[in-house]
């Protein structure tokens, strides 16, 4: 596609339940980040994957947290056990190489998750 | 720990006036400053950034102020328009790691 594409965009759950975010990010590129963005704060960094090798996980706010990318491309964040403090937006992004190369990272439009 | 301060939380200005927001940050091997731009219900896109060996950078109305002494940074908009009405968010990007540390962002509002 011509951007990251994310789903679903919206996602209303009810606490304890797990969820599933998904990312599909630009064609090629080999560099791709999750984001959470809370009202009111900043970008809070999840994890980050580039290419085959293993991924940076140091963001993870608890083991409830996981992401997966297959193949190199589409990739899954998954929440288990909802709590009302991960409502929040998360953003995924990707670039063409990782953050050391300059390269443009690429938001995609977020996908709202509201824990009820 | 907020590792990027940014100010103020919120700003309005009149068309065609300058908007200012600041950023100051205290790790020292933080090399790259980007600043993102935020449109409601979409994805922060990259806007203008600035590496630490140079003192200003400016792209059409956008120039990023930058002060390595002081560890500050800020973006100025010139001639501000009411489609320039989003959020801004400062980020930096250390030296090692994956991560970029962002602002906690700038709500700018210009008034026609």
């Known amino acids: 596609g011509a951007g990251v594409s994310q789903s679903p965009s919206n996602k209303v759950t009810e606490k304890g339940k797990d969820v599933e975010l998904r990312c599909d990010p630009i064609s090629g590129h080999t560099a791709l980040y999750w984001y959470r963005q809370s009202l009111g704060q900043g970008l809070e960094f999840l994890i980050y994957f580039q290419g085959n090798s293993a991924p940076d996980k140091s963001g993870l706010p608890s083991d409830r947290f996981s992401a997966e990318r297959t193949g190199g491309s589409v990739s899954t964040l998954t929440i288990q056990r909802t709590q009302q403090e991960d409502s929040a937006v998360y953003l995924c992004?990707?670039?063409?190489?990782?953050?050391?190369?300059?390269?443009?990272?690429?938001f995609g439009e977020g996908s709202w998750l509201t824990v009820v | 720990q907020q590792q990027v301060k940014q100010s103020p939380q919120s700003l309005i200005v009149q068309k065609g006036g300058i908007s200012i927001i600041n950023c100051a940050y205290e790790n020292t091997a933080f090399d790259y400053f980007p600043w993102y731009q935020q449109f409601p219900g979409k994805g922060p896109a990259l806007l203008i950034a600035?590496?630490?060996?140079?003192s200003e950078k400016k792209e059409g109305r956008f120039t990023i102020s930058f002060n390595k002494s002081a560890k500050q940074f800020s973006l100025h908009i010139m001639d501000s328009q009411p489609g320039d009405s989003a959020t801004y968010f400062c980020a930096a990007r250390g030296d090692t790691g994956n991560q970029f540390y962002f602002g906690t962002g700038t709500s700018l509002t210009v008034i026609p």
């Open positions: 992004a990707s670039s063409l190489s990782g953050p050391r190369s300059g390269n443009t990272i690429y």
């Open positions: 600035i590496r630490p060996d140079v």
